[in-house]
């Protein structure tokens, strides 16, 4: 088992920047991917960035320069910098965990989920 426990969320104005952090603890894995989900009210959970354990990131178009995933092996923890904010980044915001080598973009293919933080943009 891994569990995932994130926090960072919170309220923003456009434009503005915050962090979410991912502090993953159990089992260990020597291959795996951490990405990070978001879920608008009424809309469906959406992929917006991966981190791989050799350090690759994967990011979706909508978050590219203005997003950064990066993880610090030492800490377990993962964090998603998010600079430029806007109303549309509005969501919870989950952490997810695959034993893989390979990333993905498809929540289904993630075996671990984190409880979600609420990230709210206002304009």
């Known amino acids: 088992q891994v569990q995932l426990v994130e926090s960072g969320g919170g309220l923003v104005q456009a434009g503005g920047s915050l962090r979410l952090s991912c502090a993953a603890s159990?089992?260990?894995?020597?291959?795996?991917?951490m990405g990070w989900f978001r879920q608008a009210p009424g809309k469906e959970r959406e992929f917006v960035a991966a981190?791989?354990?050799?350090?690759?990131?994967n990011y979706a178009d909508s978050v590219k320069g203005r997003f950064t995933i990066s993880g610090d092996n030492a800490k377990n923890t993962m964090y998603l910098q998010m600079n430029s904010l806007k109303p549309e980044d509005t969501a919870v915001y989950y952490c997810?965990?695959?034993?893989?080598?390979?990333?993905?973009?498809?929540?289904?293919?993630?075996?671990?989920w984190g409880q979600g933080t609420q990230v709210t943009v206002s304009s």
């Open positions: 981190v791989i354990w050799n350090g690759s990131t």
């Open positions: 997810a965990f695959r034993p893989s080598r390979y990333v993905s973009g498809d929540m289904r293919d993630y075996n671990y």
């Open positions: 159990g089992r260990t894995f020597s291959s795996y991917v």
